[in-house]
């Protein structure tokens, strides 16, 4: 399957996509550019400025949205107006990356390294009363982390080790008895998990975006005409077209014209509805 071209190249490194009803659709971000990108019904694109970095985006349970920014959070309401919370740490030398929302309204987001250091970096689990508790540790790049349509298991990529990880969860354990679901063809970006079990992970690098079954066996491939391939939610009022986002970041000037660009793809399978930030 080859995933169509939605955009030209609006971001120099796109990431985090995510649906969401209450904001009328897809929002995704350009993260070293700080800006949150939203997509409209006309296919127009628009951008709102949040900090020196947007790592990724989820909804709040309470309007608006929660941002992660370069050394923490930010609450967005329902007007867009961002609030910077207490940075989570002081070095300059590490910033966020990815996340997702658990089943249980927690919010896991992870970061990594500027040099992208091994074992310089951590997953997060964030609660609706802001405390923050590490889930993950020694960890080098934090990216895509999603969770089984039961919400028993989770999926969770650390780039460079080019394997995606299954944790059983629960509300009260968290992550617990991490294995390898899959070794991958490439470096496993974000991901995104559909309502069949399905893991949908973007390979950057790769040009694909790939799906595996619960199993971890490889049954779907959708090709992106873009190699830095970053992440895919999926969307639309159905829940059945997968957004995928894509980067330029590293590139020359005229390499990779596509890079940048959003993408769409019908796969012939659903999502599950998002969970937002239980704040």
Known sequence: MLAE???HAVAHHAEGPCWWPGWGGLRWVDMLAGD???LDASGTVTRTHVGDVAAMIRPRAGGGAVI???????LADEDWRVDPLRPMWETDAVRMNEGGVAPDGSLYVGSMAYDQ???AASLYRVGPDLDVATALDAVTVSNGIDWSP???LAYYDDTP????????????????????LAEVDGFPDGLTVDGEGGIWTAIFGGGRVERRAPDGTLDAVIEVGARQVTACTFGGDDLDELYITTSREGLDDGEDAAAGSLFVARPGVRGKAVTPFAR
């Open 117 to 119: 250091a091994e074992g």
């Open 161 to 180: 080790t080019g394997r995606i990880q299954v944790f059983d969860w629960s509300p009260d354990d968290g992550l617990t008895q991490g294995r390898v």
């Open 150 to 152: 039961d919400g028993t």
């Open 36 to 38: 949150v990108l939203a």
């Open 68 to 74: 992660a920014v370069e050394r923490g959070l930010a």
């Open 5 to 7: 071209r939605l955009t």
